[in-house]
Protein backbone atom coordinates (compact mmCIF):
# COMPACT_ATOMS: atom_id res chain seq x y z
CA UNK A 1 0.00 0.00 0.00
CA UNK A 2 1.09 3.59 -0.64
CA UNK A 3 0.67 6.81 1.27
CA UNK A 4 0.95 9.85 -0.63
CA UNK A 5 2.08 12.32 2.29
CA UNK A 6 0.99 15.67 1.29
CA UNK A 7 2.58 17.36 4.84
CA UNK A 8 6.22 17.54 5.80
CA UNK A 9 5.18 14.89 7.96
CA UNK A 10 2.45 12.59 9.93
CA UNK A 11 2.56 11.08 13.24
CA UNK A 12 2.68 7.48 13.57
CA UNK A 13 -0.92 6.85 15.08
CA UNK A 14 -2.59 9.42 12.96
CA UNK A 15 -1.49 7.44 9.89
CA UNK A 16 -3.36 4.06 11.04
CA UNK A 17 -6.24 6.12 11.59
CA UNK A 18 -6.66 8.11 8.31
CA UNK A 19 -5.24 4.80 6.47
CA UNK A 20 -8.24 2.90 8.72
CA UNK A 21 -6.09 0.33 9.47
CA UNK A 22 -7.74 0.49 13.27
CA UNK A 23 -10.84 2.00 14.58
CA UNK A 24 -9.63 4.52 16.56
CA UNK A 25 -6.51 6.47 18.29
CA UNK A 26 -6.32 4.59 21.52
CA UNK A 27 -6.39 1.27 19.52
CA UNK A 28 -3.37 2.28 17.45
CA UNK A 29 -1.22 3.64 20.05
CA UNK A 30 -2.03 0.04 21.96
CA UNK A 31 -0.99 -1.82 19.12
CA UNK A 32 2.41 0.61 18.91
CA UNK A 33 3.17 0.27 22.21
CA UNK A 34 2.69 -3.48 22.14
CA UNK A 35 5.63 -3.68 19.90
CA UNK A 36 3.68 -4.95 16.84
CA UNK A 37 4.74 -1.75 14.00
CA UNK A 38 8.03 -1.50 12.45
CA UNK A 39 9.62 1.42 10.55
CA UNK A 40 12.06 0.84 7.92
CA UNK A 41 12.85 -2.82 9.58
CA UNK A 42 12.90 -1.63 12.92
CA UNK A 43 10.71 -1.75 15.79
CA UNK A 44 9.10 1.80 16.27
CA UNK A 45 7.13 2.43 20.42
CA UNK A 46 6.60 5.95 20.14
CA UNK A 47 3.04 6.77 19.43
CA UNK A 48 3.95 10.35 17.95
CA UNK A 49 6.54 9.33 15.56
CA UNK A 50 7.34 11.77 12.70
CA UNK A 51 6.58 9.66 9.42
CA UNK A 52 7.90 11.29 6.65
CA UNK A 53 8.70 10.90 2.92
CA UNK A 54 10.62 7.24 1.92
CA UNK A 55 9.54 5.40 5.29
CA UNK A 56 8.00 2.22 5.17
CA UNK A 57 5.84 1.21 8.08
CA UNK A 58 4.65 -2.65 8.89
CA UNK A 59 2.22 -3.63 10.56
CA UNK A 60 0.90 -7.29 10.66
CA UNK A 61 0.50 -8.08 6.82
CA UNK A 62 0.16 -4.47 5.87
CA UNK A 63 3.33 -2.70 4.67
CA UNK A 64 2.78 1.26 3.87
CA UNK A 65 5.46 3.08 2.02
CA UNK A 66 5.32 6.62 2.63
CA UNK A 67 5.83 8.30 -0.71
Known amino acids: MRFE ?5 I ?5 FKLLE ?3 SGAEAKLIIADG ?3 RN ?3 ELRKRAKIRRGDVIEVADVVVEVV
Open 36 to 38: HVK
Open 41 to 43: GEV
Open 11 to 15: ELYKL
Open 21 to 23: LVD
Open 5 to 9: LKEEY
